[in-house]
């Protein structure tokens, strides 16, 4: 939660395919919805249609219209949100996370994409030649 307040997210976007966790269950996505909406910070699964472990791969998925889908109702909370946006997911990696192919997509329409490493550190994501689909 510091993290997001530090970086002045207002509203969080989860692309975890399966958002459970035993281990954690403060990241289950009921609890976390409710945890962040005490805190003033919005909330949206999108794991059904952006969420990882695609059968064929990732990329392949991309040009599929679930993934368009996906990444229209991401692009209508991030143009309907007054304030940055963040996309999680369990994978704490952007370079080891299929968050790395839906910045992608983001960046070659021309959002800025910025991967929050930790409280001292935060990476402008690549521009792109591609959307990444092929």
Wanted: charged share 25%; hydrophobic share 35%; glycine share 8%.
């Amino acid at each position: 939660m510091s993290l997001l307040k530090l970086y002045h997210i207002v509203h969080v976007v989860d692309v975890r395919r399966f958002p459970g966790s035993r281990r954690v269950p403060w990241f289950n996505k009921e609890v976390l919805r409710e945890t962040l909406l005490s805190r003033g910070i919005g909330y949206t699964w999108l794991g059904d249609l952006l969420g990882g472990f695609r059968p064929g791969g990732y990329e392949a998925y991309m040009a599929t219209e679930d993934y368009q889908r996906g990444i229209n109702k991401l692009i209508n909370i991030i143009e309907s949100t007054s304030g940055p946006v963040a996309i999680m997911c369990r994978e704490r990696y952007w370079r080891r996370c299929h968050r790395r192919f839906i910045a992608n997509t983001l960046v070659y329409m021309r959002y800025q994409v910025v991967h929050i490493i930790d409280a001292d550190k935060a990476e402008l994501h690549p521009p792109q030649l591609s959307s990444g689909e092929d």
